[in-house]
């Protein structure tokens, strides 16, 4: 084996976990659970392990009611999660939080 001429720097190899819990606080990588073929916050929030949105346009969590929708740390159409899921575009979202059951969408 001949040295130097073939060697390889090192490589760093960066893995983000899919879903991480910090608390009361489940934070999960919305690009770990998409392919690109999401239109609206309803189809990245239906991949997502314990989170489904009915057909009425109710987010459930664990099977629990969402109440309020945050967007940047700021409330969005709190009441009506259907608002938000019929209209924040997948691609918009990078991380979805779920804090008892309040889901706070990060880009």
Do not use: H
Request: glycine letters at 8%; proline letters at 3%.
């Amino acid at each position: 084996m001949l040295n130097g001429a073939d060697e390889l720097d090192a490589i760093n190899i960066v893995y983000e976990m899919p879903v991480s819990i910090k608390g009361d606080t489940i934070v999960y990588n919305a690009d770990s659970f998409t392919n690109g073929t999401e239109d609206k916050l309803e189809d990245t929030l239906n991949k997502l392990p314990g989170v489904e949105v009915n057909e009425d346009g109710d987010i459930l969590v664990e099977g629990k009611q969402v109440e309020k929708v945050m967007v940047e740390g700021k409330d969005f159409f709190e009441g009506d999660s259907r608002l938000a899921t019929k209209n924040i575009p997948a691609d918009a979202i990078d991380k979805v939080q779920v804090l008892r059951i309040i889901i706070i969408a990060a880009n």
